[in-house]
């Protein structure tokens, strides 16, 4: 699955007579909503939450849209307003774009009250900081995607599902010239020490890397999958580089990078120093930990520490502050 859009589905977000247009404009107006790219569909994530998953129906223009009515728990302040489903015509699309402060009340009385999930919005924010944000132009690092499927097979044989939290690219400041000199970045994002262990702690998560990546054709299939991504967000102007004059679309061609970015670490904390004296060097990526510039969640290879640094440097941290 390519996870991304048609060309008639571009050209309806894209063009001054595209029904779609004013959806793709409020998306860029509004940083609290993000747009991602599915197989031939888009969902709009709030807050982490998808508010809005539209659909290409076969050789038509006219999209399925939907609002998931588990949000509307009952003690919502508002129910779900009545909206077309199916968008056919830009005034269609007005009646939705209408309907989402509502929508996001319903949202923010489930997330909040019912069932928060930090971890996504937080990946959220790191998309929009590094994508779409005012200082977003010179950061390296550039997201594509979040919460992407993919099967994994075991050293058993057996097959799985694994969840990437987030997929992007890196391209330095100083190569903008050259859009063919990108590395495929996978991040995986951890808030909090207790997302560490357990089933989608970080040992499991490097494994199930392992598996991914050591596969030459899966690689391509993603690198293939990043670079439409990251030039179709172009199109619609949902990220924001520094680009050189003759930019036409990124290729990429660097060895992929994984990326931890472990968020509200308690650095009395002893686990994860435990963890990381557990991990072995991979072979097929380059295995990298985010420490935020001073704060905030702008990405740059500066940031970046390779595991020998990062182990050394969370076991002082650990062994000067005393573990709980």
């Known amino acids: 699955m390519m996870r991304r859009i048609s060309d008639g589905f571009l050209n309806d977000l894209t063009e001054e007579t595209g029904i779609l247009r004013g959806l793709k404009e409020r998306v860029r107006s509004d940083d609290t909503l993000m747009l ?3 197989n031939d569909s888009i969902d709009i994530y709030y807050r982490g939450g998808r508010i809005l998953h539209l659909a290409r129906r076969n050789g038509s223009c006219s999209y399925i849209a939907g609002f998931d009515s ?3 728990k009952p003690g919502a302040p508002y129910s779900i307003p009545k909206v077309p489903p199916t968008i056919e015509t830009s005034d269609h699309c007005k009646e939705w ?21 930090f971890e996504r919005e937080f990946q959220q924010l790191v998309a929009w900081e590094n994508n779409r944000s005012k200082l977003a132009a010179p950061t390296e690092y550039f997201i594509t995607d979040i919460e ?5 097979k075991s050293d ?14 890196k391209w330095l400041s100083k190569d903008r010239q050259n859009s ?11 808030y909090g020490t207790d997302a ?13 890397l392992n598996n991914i990546l050591s596969n030459e054709r899966t690689r391509s299939s993603l690198n293939q999958i990043i670079a439409y991504q990251f030039n179709q967000l172009d199109r619609l102007g949902l990220v924001r580089f520094n680009r050189a004059k003759k930019h036409s679309g990124v290729v990429l061609t660097d060895k992929p990078e994984v990326v931890f970015l ?3 670490v308690n650095p009395r904390s002893s686990e994860l120093s435990n963890i990381l004296k557990q991990i072995q060097e991979p072979t097929s990526y380059k295995l990298r930990f985010f420490v935020a510039n001073f704060a905030g969640y702008g990405m740059h290879e500066a940031c970046m520490m390779d595991l020998d640094t990062f182990s050394d440097w969370v076991g002082r941290l650990t062994n000067s502050k005393g573990a709980d």
Not at 106 to 114: D, G, R, S
Not at 157 to 167: E, N, S, T, W
Not at 200 to 207: L, R, T, V
């Open 97 to 117: 774009l209408n309907a989402i402060p509502v929508l996001k009340e319903i949202m923010n009385f489930y997330l909040t009250e019912q069932s928060a999930k």
């Open 36 to 38: 991602a790219l599915r």
């Open 196 to 208: 560490f262990v357990g089933k989608a702690g970080i040992a499991d998560h490097i494994a199930d």
């Open 180 to 190: 063919s000199s990108c590395a495929p970045v996978f991040i995986e994002m951890k």
């Open 148 to 152: 992407y499927d993919t099967d994994v």
């Open 156 to 169: 058993d044989g057996a097959v799985k599902k694994a969840r990437l939290d987030m997929l992007g690219l």
């Open 70 to 72: 588990n949000y509307a």
């Open 262 to 264: 472990l968020s509200n």
